[in-house]
Protein backbone atom coordinates (compact mmCIF):
# COMPACT_ATOMS: atom_id res chain seq x y z
CA UNK A 1 0.00 0.00 0.00
CA UNK A 2 1.04 3.75 -0.36
CA UNK A 3 2.61 5.54 2.27
CA UNK A 4 1.17 8.31 1.94
CA UNK A 5 -2.76 6.71 1.52
CA UNK A 6 -4.92 6.57 4.92
CA UNK A 7 -4.00 2.80 5.18
CA UNK A 8 -0.55 3.03 4.50
CA UNK A 9 -0.27 5.97 6.90
CA UNK A 10 -2.21 3.92 9.64
CA UNK A 11 -0.39 1.01 9.74
CA UNK A 12 3.14 3.13 9.88
CA UNK A 13 1.54 4.66 13.27
CA UNK A 14 0.83 1.38 14.82
CA UNK A 15 3.77 0.19 14.22
CA UNK A 16 6.00 3.10 15.00
CA UNK A 17 8.41 2.50 11.72
CA UNK A 18 8.46 4.36 8.41
CA UNK A 19 9.63 1.23 6.32
CA UNK A 20 7.51 -1.63 6.79
CA UNK A 21 7.84 -5.39 5.17
CA UNK A 22 4.46 -7.24 4.25
CA UNK A 23 3.34 -10.59 3.41
CA UNK A 24 0.54 -11.55 1.40
CA UNK A 25 -1.23 -14.60 2.22
CA UNK A 26 -4.05 -14.05 0.36
CA UNK A 27 -4.59 -11.34 -2.76
CA UNK A 28 -7.85 -10.25 -3.71
CA UNK A 29 -8.96 -12.91 -5.91
CA UNK A 30 -8.11 -15.53 -3.21
CA UNK A 31 -9.50 -13.39 -0.53
CA UNK A 32 -12.96 -13.23 -2.39
CA UNK A 33 -13.25 -16.73 -3.71
CA UNK A 34 -12.00 -18.14 -0.15
CA UNK A 35 -14.96 -15.74 1.40
CA UNK A 36 -17.33 -16.93 -0.76
CA UNK A 37 -16.59 -20.17 0.09
CA UNK A 38 -17.14 -20.09 3.45
CA UNK A 39 -20.77 -19.08 2.79
CA UNK A 40 -21.17 -22.41 2.38
CA UNK A 41 -20.02 -23.58 5.95
CA UNK A 42 -22.32 -23.54 8.80
CA UNK A 43 -23.33 -20.03 9.73
CA UNK A 44 -23.80 -20.63 13.33
CA UNK A 45 -20.60 -20.28 14.40
CA UNK A 46 -17.44 -17.83 12.87
CA UNK A 47 -16.20 -19.44 9.85
CA UNK A 48 -12.52 -20.27 9.31
CA UNK A 49 -10.66 -16.84 8.71
CA UNK A 50 -9.19 -16.01 5.70
CA UNK A 51 -5.83 -14.73 6.43
CA UNK A 52 -4.84 -11.64 4.21
CA UNK A 53 -1.72 -10.35 4.77
CA UNK A 54 0.86 -8.88 7.84
CA UNK A 55 3.20 -6.36 8.58
CA UNK A 56 6.11 -5.95 10.16
CA UNK A 57 8.51 -3.06 10.49
CA UNK A 58 11.21 -3.84 8.24
CA UNK A 59 13.78 -4.57 11.07
CA UNK A 60 11.89 -6.96 12.51
CA UNK A 61 12.82 -10.71 13.03
CA UNK A 62 11.02 -13.37 14.01
CA UNK A 63 6.90 -13.97 14.01
CA UNK A 64 5.69 -10.57 15.73
CA UNK A 65 3.75 -8.95 12.77
CA UNK A 66 0.48 -7.13 12.51
CA UNK A 67 -1.68 -9.63 10.87
CA UNK A 68 -5.13 -9.48 9.01
CA UNK A 69 -7.97 -11.93 8.92
CA UNK A 70 -11.58 -11.83 7.93
CA UNK A 71 -14.17 -14.61 8.34
CA UNK A 72 -18.27 -14.66 8.80
CA UNK A 73 -19.54 -14.38 12.18
CA UNK A 74 -23.10 -14.67 13.26
CA UNK A 75 -24.65 -11.83 13.86
CA UNK A 76 -25.15 -12.01 17.90
CA UNK A 77 -21.03 -12.46 17.22
CA UNK A 78 -20.62 -9.61 19.52
CA UNK A 79 -22.79 -10.98 22.42
CA UNK A 80 -21.58 -14.65 22.49
CA UNK A 81 -18.81 -16.07 24.16
CA UNK A 82 -17.55 -18.25 21.23
CA UNK A 83 -16.08 -15.19 19.35
CA UNK A 84 -15.01 -12.50 22.13
CA UNK A 85 -11.58 -11.55 22.50
CA UNK A 86 -9.81 -12.51 25.86
CA UNK A 87 -9.17 -10.33 29.15
CA UNK A 88 -10.58 -6.89 29.17
CA UNK A 89 -11.85 -5.25 26.28
CA UNK A 90 -12.92 -1.72 24.88
CA UNK A 91 -16.14 -1.64 22.57
CA UNK A 92 -16.18 1.26 19.69
CA UNK A 93 -18.62 2.36 17.28
CA UNK A 94 -16.96 3.29 13.77
CA UNK A 95 -18.99 4.94 11.18
CA UNK A 96 -21.93 2.34 12.74
CA UNK A 97 -19.54 -0.82 12.37
CA UNK A 98 -19.09 -2.22 15.28
CA UNK A 99 -15.79 -3.15 16.65
CA UNK A 100 -14.16 -4.23 20.42
CA UNK A 101 -10.65 -4.67 21.06
CA UNK A 102 -8.20 -5.78 24.08
CA UNK A 103 -4.31 -4.95 24.35
CA UNK A 104 -2.76 -6.70 20.97
CA UNK A 105 -6.69 -7.95 19.20
CA UNK A 106 -9.23 -5.87 17.41
CA UNK A 107 -12.77 -7.06 15.68
CA UNK A 108 -14.85 -5.26 13.62
CA UNK A 109 -17.83 -6.19 12.60
CA UNK A 110 -20.27 -5.08 9.75
CA UNK A 111 -22.97 -6.33 7.35
CA UNK A 112 -21.83 -6.92 3.55
CA UNK A 113 -24.82 -8.01 1.71
CA UNK A 114 -23.32 -9.48 -1.66
CA UNK A 115 -25.31 -9.93 -4.86
CA UNK A 116 -26.63 -12.92 -6.33
CA UNK A 117 -26.52 -16.56 -5.18
CA UNK A 118 -25.06 -15.65 -2.10
CA UNK A 119 -27.27 -12.79 -0.81
CA UNK A 120 -29.33 -15.13 1.35
CA UNK A 121 -26.23 -16.38 3.35
CA UNK A 122 -24.48 -13.17 3.37
CA UNK A 123 -27.94 -11.67 5.01
CA UNK A 124 -27.30 -13.83 7.72
CA UNK A 125 -24.00 -13.00 9.24
CA UNK A 126 -21.62 -10.37 9.43
CA UNK A 127 -18.07 -9.65 7.97
CA UNK A 128 -16.10 -10.04 10.76
CA UNK A 129 -12.09 -7.93 10.14
CA UNK A 130 -9.75 -8.83 12.74
CA UNK A 131 -6.26 -7.27 13.51
CA UNK A 132 -3.82 -9.09 15.54
CA UNK A 133 -0.44 -7.28 16.68
CA UNK A 134 1.88 -9.33 18.70
CA UNK A 135 4.81 -6.61 18.62
CA UNK A 136 2.60 -5.24 21.34
CA UNK A 137 2.46 -8.59 23.44
CA UNK A 138 4.65 -7.23 26.90
CA UNK A 139 4.44 -4.18 26.27
CA UNK A 140 2.32 -0.94 28.15
CA UNK A 141 -0.42 -0.40 25.20
CA UNK A 142 -1.66 2.86 25.20
CA UNK A 143 -5.27 3.76 24.52
CA UNK A 144 -3.90 5.70 21.17
CA UNK A 145 -2.25 2.44 19.91
CA UNK A 146 -5.35 0.80 20.48
CA UNK A 147 -7.32 3.46 18.43
CA UNK A 148 -5.08 3.26 15.98
CA UNK A 149 -5.48 -0.47 15.42
CA UNK A 150 -8.96 -0.50 15.24
CA UNK A 151 -8.63 2.51 12.59
CA UNK A 152 -6.16 0.41 10.56
CA UNK A 153 -8.82 -2.07 10.35
CA UNK A 154 -11.90 -0.08 9.31
CA UNK A 155 -9.77 0.74 6.38
CA UNK A 156 -8.89 -2.65 5.83
CA UNK A 157 -11.99 -4.18 6.22
CA UNK A 158 -13.31 -1.76 3.42
CA UNK A 159 -10.52 -2.87 1.30
CA UNK A 160 -12.69 -6.41 1.73
CA UNK A 161 -15.69 -4.73 1.60
CA UNK A 162 -15.04 -3.05 -1.71
CA UNK A 163 -13.29 -6.25 -3.33
CA UNK A 164 -16.38 -8.48 -2.25
CA UNK A 165 -18.48 -6.39 -3.56
CA UNK A 166 -20.85 -5.80 -1.02
CA UNK A 167 -24.17 -4.36 -2.68
CA UNK A 168 -25.18 -2.23 0.62
CA UNK A 169 -21.58 -0.25 0.49
CA UNK A 170 -20.42 -0.41 4.27
CA UNK A 171 -17.14 1.62 5.54
CA UNK A 172 -17.76 4.32 2.43
CA UNK A 173 -16.79 7.06 5.41
CA UNK A 174 -13.76 7.87 6.78
CA UNK A 175 -12.93 6.10 10.06
CA UNK A 176 -14.27 8.05 13.31
CA UNK A 177 -13.40 5.75 16.01
CA UNK A 178 -15.66 6.53 19.38
CA UNK A 179 -16.07 4.02 22.79
CA UNK A 180 -19.01 2.74 23.08
CA UNK A 181 -21.13 0.76 25.48
CA UNK A 182 -20.51 -3.06 26.32
CA UNK A 183 -23.20 -4.46 24.61
CA UNK A 184 -26.10 -6.33 26.13
CA UNK A 185 -26.11 -10.07 25.94
Known amino acids: MSPSSAAGKAVRGQLQAKEIKSTIFADTPDLVEGMHERLGEDLGEPTLPQA ?39 HYDVNDAAAEANDISSHLRVECVLP ?59 PVVKASPTPAA
Open 52 to 90: TCSFAPRNTVGSKTLRIEFAWVPRDAGTDDTNRLPGPLS
Open 116 to 174: GTDRKASQQVLLQGEASNTLLMGTEVQQKTIDQQITFLYLMTRRATEALGCENTPLTKD
